[in-house]
């Protein structure tokens, strides 16, 4: 595993080019996650998983302070 911290050494250590697989989350990792990215590296050659907690998708910033931040 590998974890990129910024955008620019992602773009200079993945091949865009290949079959890359995709699993966006908000972090909370789960069953339904791990089931996801299992299926990911059985298609795809490589697989990226994000962990991004969006502080706009929440109405209350009470609610993103109390989100799970738990991997």
């Known amino acids: 595993m590998i974890i ?37 590296k059985k298609k795809c050659k490589k697989t990226l998983v994000s962990i991004f907690v969006n502080p706009s998708q929440f109405n209350k910033k009470k609610d993103y302070k109390n989100y799970p931040r738990n991997l």
Request: proline residues 3%.
């Open 4 to 40: 990129f911290k910024s955008i620019n050494r992602l773009n200079k250590e993945v091949n865009f080019k290949a079959n890359i697989g995709f699993v966006p989350t908000m972090g909370a990792l789960h069953k339904g996650h791990f089931s996801l990215i299992k299926s990911s």
